[in-house]
């Protein structure tokens, strides 16, 4: 049963932090460790639901990309980055940032980012693109090199790369929209690597039954869905100061529970 209620946890965690600013992976890691997890490639697993939500929601998205090659520098600027560094370096990194302390840490700074960014948003606004196509490679490209830092746990991928939108000018909701777009080839890969990683070497999925395993990720679509579509509203400022907050609230209390 622990092992159950575990899993569905892990599904729901996964759902809302993919999707909001406040990083799963970093919720994944304090989770897994709470209930003695150790096989890190659950987490990978765990992306597959949103993987199908992001293809989902911007489905349409998708098929103009691939009408547009003139769109594809875009992506690939924003996505090479931190493919290159995560199949190079993947293993390294997780070796090194892979715990808490990493986590409490990370959600401390860029929860203080986040919030900073959102609420200072109109006092510094410039000229705003109200679409990610209007984006020039190279802006795309220093967007791909913040995502980088998405490696490590706690920075959380769609806020890095959110606040890289928003830091080349790129509206908050359109912001948002890219960091999704641009980073599903990175999640869809991870997840695939990882189911097959999980299915040759893994007894935690195995032991599961098939219908809590289904159940598990239909929840967690359902949920991706949700906060993707929240997260890239009017409402993405309001989103980026709440999970500021909270990320700060978390992070201090790591920082406690640890001591």
């Known amino acids: 049963m622990t092992m159950i209620f575990a899993y569905y946890l892990l599904n729901i965690?996964?759902?809302?932090?993919?999707?909001?600013?406040?990083?799963?992976?970093?919720?994944?890691?304090?989770?897994?460790?709470m209930y003695d997890i150790?096989?890190?490639?659950?987490?990978?697993?765990?992306?597959?639901p949103t993987t199908i939500a992001i293809l989902i929601v911007f489905f349409t998205t998708f098929l103009s990309i691939l009408k547009s090659p003139k769109l594809w520098p875009l992506l690939i600027a924003a996505a090479v980055p931190a493919g290159v560094i995560g199949l190079l370096f993947g293993d390294a990194i997780d070796a090194i940032f892979y715990s808490p302390l990493v986590v409490?840490?990370?959600?401390?700074?860029?929860?203080?980012?986040?919030?900073h960014t959102a609420v200072n948003y109109h006092k510094h606004q410039g000229t705003t693109k109200n679409d990610w196509k209007e984006l020039h490679w190279v802006q795309a490209l220093k967007i791909g090199l913040w995502q980088v830092l998405a490696l490590i746990p706690g920075t959380s991928r769609s806020g890095i790369t959110t606040l890289g939108g928003i830091w080349n000018n790129l509206s908050p909701a359109q912001s948002a929209a890219f960091s999704f777009i641009s980073g599903f080839p990175l999640i869809a890969a991870a997840s695939l690597l990882g189911l097959v990683k999980l299915l040759r070497d893994s007894s935690t999925v195995t032991m599961l039954p098939p219908f809590v395993?289904?159940?598990?990720?239909?929840?967690?679509?359902?949920?991706?869905?949700?906060?993707?579509?929240?997260?890239?509203s009017k409402h993405t400022l309001t989103v980026m100061?709440?999970?500021?907050?909270?990320?700060?609230?978390?992070?201090t209390f790591i920082l406690i529970w640890l001591t």
Not at 38 to 48: C, D, I, K, V, Y
Not at 219 to 231: H, R, T, V
Not at 241 to 251: M, P, V
């Open 213 to 232: 395993l289904v159940s598990g990720m239909l929840l967690s679509l359902g949920l991706g869905i949700l906060f993707m579509k929240l997260f890239t």
């Open 38 to 48: 150790s096989e890190q490639g659950l987490e990978a697993f765990l992306h597959l």
């Open 104 to 115: 409490a840490i990370n959600q401390i700074f860029w929860g203080g980012i986040l919030w």
């Open 241 to 251: 100061k709440l999970s500021g907050f909270y990320r700060i609230i978390l992070g």
């Open 13 to 33: 965690i996964q759902a809302i932090a993919e999707f909001l600013p406040i990083s799963s992976s970093g919720h994944l890691v304090i989770t897994t460790w």
